[in-house]
């Protein structure tokens, strides 16, 4: 049914919060191509190729983490530095086609899609605590406490002993109150600084080459390819992306009693080959959704 296209599509907005690419800036000095066509575009990209994931291919979707293959208008094409098909070319209006990274670039899936890499970071510059926060929260269905509100969240600003920003969040981090959040996102976000503020590929910071090692809860990696990998074959962001649909197709948090029933629905969804329409499935004609319980009151309690 072309409503199930749609649904998903409704899905990834609400999970990667794609509606607020309508509200993001770049500062114009920094970023003088920067402009809404490109954050339209960056939506589109991660919902064309999300769907097509899912519904053309009907294929393992984890891939969306990982596959090289997505989908770009001119725009994006010309961010991305890949060529834009020939025969889109030829079409008319505001062509997207397929296109395939190649197999030693470090863009892969979901984290290296402007859409992701736009709504985690800074008018002037990247934020890997954003970025690292996006994958806690988003994928791993880990929140990140807000810092408090009398604490100083400034980074230092670069210096000659403070170039790169991962030294800059280095020094930040030695006060013991930033690091204990910082510590669960900087170092995967550090990863994503191959990346800048508005997606395109760089290899130096200040002028200084870029370390993209980083880590994930003690599985060390050493680049965006790799932890794209990583948390590919994670079962804590398959589990996640099972109680993220289940609370989306339900429209409300679920409760502590129905957390067999989100075992059960990740444990089909392993079986069926991480399928999204498998999953979709079985979500829908599972007792949970089709049932509604009455609670019984309490003896003398208020209806």
Known sequence: DPKARRGLRAFLSDWLHLGELDRVNR?????????????AAAREETLRTATWIAFDEDRDFRDILTSRDTFVNRRLASVYRVQFPQRAME???????????????????????????????????????????????????????????????????????LRTLRERLAAHNTVPRCASCHRLTDPLGLTLESFDAIGRSRRTDNGVPIDTSGE???????????????LHDDPAVSRCLVQTAYRFAQGREDADGELGEIRRLHGRFRAEGYRWRA?????????????????????GGAP
């Open 279 to 299: 999953l979709m499935l079985e979500l829908v004609t599972g007792e949970a959704f089709r049932v509604t319980r009455v609670i019984p009151m309490a003896q």
């Open 216 to 230: 994930l809860d003690g599985r060390r990696f050493a680049d965006a390819r790799a932890l794209a990998q990583t």
């Open 91 to 161: 079409g008319e209006g505001d062509v997207f086609a397929r296109v395939t990274f190649a197999e030693g670039d470090l863009r892969r899936g979901l984290l290296g899609q402007a859409s992701t890499l736009l709504l985690h970071a800074h008018p002037t510059s990247t934020s890997p605590t954003l970025r690292g926060k996006f994958i806690r929260e988003a994928l791993l269905c880990s929140p990140i406490p807000m810092p408090p509100v009398e604490l100083n969240t400034a980074v230092p600003e670069p210096s000659e002993t």
């Open 27 to 39: 500062d114009a000095m920094l970023f003088p191509g920067y402009g809404p066509d490109l954050a």
